[in-house]
């Protein structure tokens, strides 16, 4: 069992702090769990009829339609495992960029959010009988948070795409070789997927509290905050 001499982080929010306290990090799956590619694949045919009275749906459901697919192409939609950078920022830009710590999550919610306000009846009804865990994280505010493991073991660990994680270790270390202090800009691409969970003592917590935002440059500061036991 190989560690890694470098950090990796992984970006998420508030709704999720409580499961990896208990479950660890990549323990507990909402995307399985709350069947948000279920609902989302049932909220896309009814906004696809609506795309003419919002703007929103028309910016959003091309991707969406993408997610639902599981589309692994040059966009990563392999929801439902847990993905890890050697990039802070990429992690910081991921956590501040998905207001609820999940990209399908995150637009999922966002389309369900709009046909309630166009007063769309079949998703006030049905959709809210099916997946009333969605509608719950509709009304719940989230703050980003950023996870730090210091030490990942490899074993744990693929390629963003699935496959050994060793081609894309090797261009790391190759990188850290060539440009020992900015090896992370350059690496901000290069993310692993987690194939078992990290217990919650392996791992650090922050609030991420935004100064300025800006899509490619956020300042921010970082506040340290201690998971609930594990009860």
Same mark, same amino acid.
């Given at each position: 069992?190989?560690?890694l001499?470098?950090p990796?982080? +992984?970006g998420?929010?508030?709704?999720f @702090?409580?499961?990896?306290g208990k479950?660890?990090l990549?323990?507990?799956d909402?995307? /399985?769990?709350w069947r ?8 896309i045919?009814i ?21 639902a /697919?599981q589309?692994n ?5 392999? +929801?439902?495992a847990v993905?890890?950078s050697?990039s802070r920022?990429?992690? @910081?830009?991921?956590a501040?960029g *998905?207001? /609820?710590g ?7 919610v966002l389309?369900i959010?709009e046909?309630c306000?166009l007063?769309?009846?079949e998703v *006030?009804? $049905?959709l809210?009988q099916?997946?009333?865990?969605m509608?719950?994280?509709m009304d ?7 996870i730090?493991?210091?030490?990942? $073991?490899? $074993?744990?660990?693929? %390629?963003?795409?699935g496959?050994?994680?060793a081609?894309?270790l090797?261009k790391?270390r ?5 440009l ?5 800009? @350059?690496?901000?691409?290069?993310n692993?997927?987690l194939t078992?969970?990290i217990?919650? $003592?392996?791992?650090s917590? %922050?609030l991420?509290?935004v100064? /300025? ?18 009860e």
């Amino acid at each position: 069992m190989a560690k890694l001499d470098f950090p990796l982080y +992984h970006g998420t929010c508030t709704l999720f @702090v409580e499961s990896i306290g208990k479950y660890g990090l990549g323990g507990w799956d909402p995307i /399985k769990e709350w069947r948000v590619l279920e609902c989302l694949q049932k909220v896309i045919p009814i906004a696809e009829k609506h795309t003419a009275r919002s703007e929103i749906i028309r910016n959003n459901i091309g991707n969406a339609q993408l997610m639902a /697919k599981q589309v692994n192409g040059g966009l990563n939609f392999q +929801h439902g495992a847990v993905y890890l950078s050697p990039s802070r920022e990429t992690a @910081v830009r991921y956590a501040c960029g *998905k207001k /609820k710590g999940s990209e399908l999550i995150s637009r999922t919610v966002l389309l369900i959010d709009e046909l309630c306000r166009l007063d769309v009846k079949e998703v *006030k009804t $049905d959709l809210f009988q099916e997946f009333p865990e969605m509608f719950n994280v509709m009304d719940i505010d989230a703050a980003p948070v950023l996870i730090w493991i210091p030490q990942a $073991d490899t $074993d744990m660990l693929l %390629s963003e795409r699935g496959e050994s994680p060793a081609d894309t270790l090797a261009k790391i270390r190759g990188i850290q070789t060539r440009l020992p202090d900015g090896w992370e800009s @350059v690496c901000q691409q290069m993310n692993f997927r987690l194939t078992q969970p990290i217990s919650a $003592d392996e791992i650090s917590v %922050s609030l991420i509290a935004v100064r /300025k935002w800006r899509p490619y440059q956020i300042d921010y500061s970082l506040l340290p905050i201690d998971l609930p036991p594990n009860e």
